[in-house]
C-alpha cells in the first residue's frame, strides 16, 4: 500500500465521513499529527463536499497556520487531545444523525449490543455542553480523553473519536454510528435495547497454515468478486467498514473468506484468505467465524456463498428477539422465503448448519447477526441486501399503521411458480 501523506489521507478521511452522509457540508472536522507536531485539519466553513488537497490546513507546533482558509474553529480541543493523548495521532468529529439523537438526549448509545461494535466501543465517555470554538469546550472534551476514553459524546452536540491514525478513528466513529442505529431501530421496532449487554463471543481456533500457489483463473474471479460485493454492502450501508463476513466455496472444495480487521470500503483481492483442508492462507488471518462457516459448508456442499452480517434495520429484530416475517411484498418472500431463528450457541458450536439449508436460505443469529446462503456470491449478496431494504420497510410501516402481511393462498401461489432455490 502506497504511503499517504498526512494532507492526502486527511482529504480521504473527510470525503468519506462526509459521503457517508456522517457530517454536513458546514459541520464536523477531522485532524492528525505528524511525527513532528504538525497538526493537519480541515478548514472552517469550507463545503466539505469540494474540498481540494489545497483546503487542508497544517498547523505547525508553534501556532504558524499554512493554508488560504482558516483552521476548524474547533482547533482547540484538536490540540489539547494531541498534548494529552500522545497515543492519539488522528481525531475525528461529526454530526451523524443517529449520533446527535443521542447527544440531544444526553444520553450514549449502547455499544454492547453485539460483539463487534462492544470490541470498538467500549471505551466511551461523555462531557458537558459549551460553546463550540470555545477554549472551554477544548478543555472539557480533552479531559475526557486525558482520562483514557477514546470516544467521548458531546452533550447537544455529536461525538469525537481518536485513533492511532485516521483510519482507526474513522472506523470507530463508523461503528458508534451503527451501534446509535440498531438501537433507535430497535426502538422503533418496540423493544429498548438500553440496557442490553451482549455476551456473545466466538474464539477462532488455531490452524496450521499453508502457502497458496498459483491462483486459478476462478480463484482469481472470486477474489475480486468478495472485494466487489463488500464494497457494495459498504457503500449501501448494509455492513460497516469492519463487518461482514463473506465465504465462497471453490471448484476444488477450497474457501475464500474475508480478513479480519480490513476495512470492507478497500479490500483487495490479494486481501482474500484462502483455506483449504482445513488450513488457513500463510501470512493471513481470517474473519473469527470461520471455522462455524466451515462447518456448514460441510453440512451443505450445495452451498457456494455464505454471507454474515450486521445490518442495522434488520438487526432491530435480531436485538430485540422478534420474529422477522418476509410475507410483505413478493418481491421479498421469493427472495427470502420463511426466515428462521437460530440461537448464538448454534453459531458458536456450528450446529446452526441445522437450521440454515436450501428451504430456509436466511436465518436470523439471536442477539448476534444475520447469515444467508446462496448458489453465487451475488444471490447471497442479494438476499442480504433484500433483507435489509424488507426491514427498513417495515419498520419505517410501523410508524403508519399495520402491515398486511400476503396470505397463505398467496404464498401457495408463490410457492408454485418461483423455485425457493
Known amino acids: 500500500m502506497k504511503n499517504t501523506n498526512p494532507a492526502e489521507k486527511v482529504l480521504e478521511i473527510i470525503n468519506r465521513v462526509y459521503y457517508r452522509g456522517l457530517t454536513t457540508t458546514s459541520g464536523g472536522n477531522i485532524s492528525t499529527i505528524d511525527e513532528e507536531g504538525n497538526i493537519y485539519i480541515t478548514p472552517s ?18 501556532g504558524t497556520v499554512e493554508g488560504k482558509h482558516k483552521p476548524s474553529c474547533e482547533l482547540p480541543f484538536h490540540s489539547n ?17 443517529a449520533i446527535v439523537a443521542f447527544a440531544v438526549t444526553r444520553t450514549i448509545p449502547n455499544v454492547h449490543l453485539t460483539s463487534h461494535t462492544e470490541k470498538m466501543c ?10 463550540p470554538g470555545s477554549l472551554k469546550l477544548g478543555n472539557i472534551i480533552a479531559e475526557e480523553f486525558k482520562k483514557g476514553y477514546d470516544i467521548v459524546m458531546m452533550d447537544s452536540h455529536g461525538a469525537v473519536v481518536g485513533g492511532k491514525d485516521l483510519d482507526e478513528a474513522y472506523s470507530l466513529y463508523e461503528s458508534l454510528d451503527f451501534a ?8 422503533t ?4 435495547l438500553a440496557e442490553y449487554r451482549t455476551k456473545n463471543k466466538i474464539e477462532p481456533p488455531a490452524a496450521k497454515t499453508f502457502v497458496n500457489g498459483s491462483q486459478s483463473e476462478e480463484e482469481q474471479k472470486q477474489r475480486q468478486e468478495i472485494c466487489d460485493l463488500c ?18 466455496k471453490l471448484e476444488d472444495g477450497s474457501i475464500l473468506i474475508t480478513p479480519a480487521g480490513k476495512d470492507r470500503n478497500s479490500l483487495t483481492p490479494e486481501d482474500i484468505v484462502k483455506i483449504k483442508d482445513g488450513q488457513v492462507e500463510e501470512g493471513k488471518t481470517p474473519d473469527p467465524t470461520y471455522a462455524m462457516l466451515l462447518s456448514i459448508y460441510e453440512k451443505h456442499p450445495e452451498f457456494n456463498t455464505l454471507y454474515l452480517a450486521y445490518p442495522p434495520h434488520i438487526m432491530a429484530f435480531v436485538l430485540s428477539g422478534k420474529n422477522f416475517n418476509a410475507r410483505l411484498i413478493p418481491e421479498s418472500y421469493i427472495m427470502l422465503r420463511d426466515i428462521k431463528t437460530a440461537p448464538f450457541s448454534a453459531l458458536a458450536d456450528g450446529t446452526i448448519s441445522e437450521t440454515i439449508s436450501t428451504t430456509v436460505p436466511v436465518v436470523l443469529v439471536e442477539k448476534e447477526c444475520v447469515l444467508t ?8 449478496f442479494d438476499r442480504l441486501e433484500v433483507l435489509e431494504y424488507s426491514a427498513n420497510s417495515v419498520l419505517s410501516a410501523l410508524k403508519l399503521g399495520n402491515i398486511a402481511s400476503i396470505t ?7 410457492n408454485e411458480n418461483f423455485q425457493g432455490w
Open 231 to 248: 464494497k457494495r454492502s459498504y457503500t449501501l450501508n448494509i455492513t460497516s467498514c469492519l463487518d461482514g463476513t463473506l465465504a465462497v
Open 408 to 414: 397463505d393462498a398467496e404464498v401457495k401461489e408463490i
Open 45 to 62: 466553513a469550507i463545503d466539505k463536499g469540494r474540498l481540494t488537497l489545497d483546503d487542508i490546513i497544517k498547523v505547525r507546533p508553534d
Open 373 to 380: 446462503a446462496g448458489k453465487t456470491p451475488l444471490q447471497a
Open 180 to 187: 446509535a442505529r440498531m438501537q433507535i431501530n430497535a426502538n
Open 122 to 131: 467500549s471505551n466511551i465517555s461523555t462531557s458537558a455542553y459549551s460553546l
Open 81 to 97: 487531545v494531541y498534548k494529552l493523548r500522545p497515543d492519539i495521532k488522528a481525531i475525528v468529529h461529526a454530526h451523524a444523525p
Open 189 to 192: 421496532a418496540g423493544c429498548s
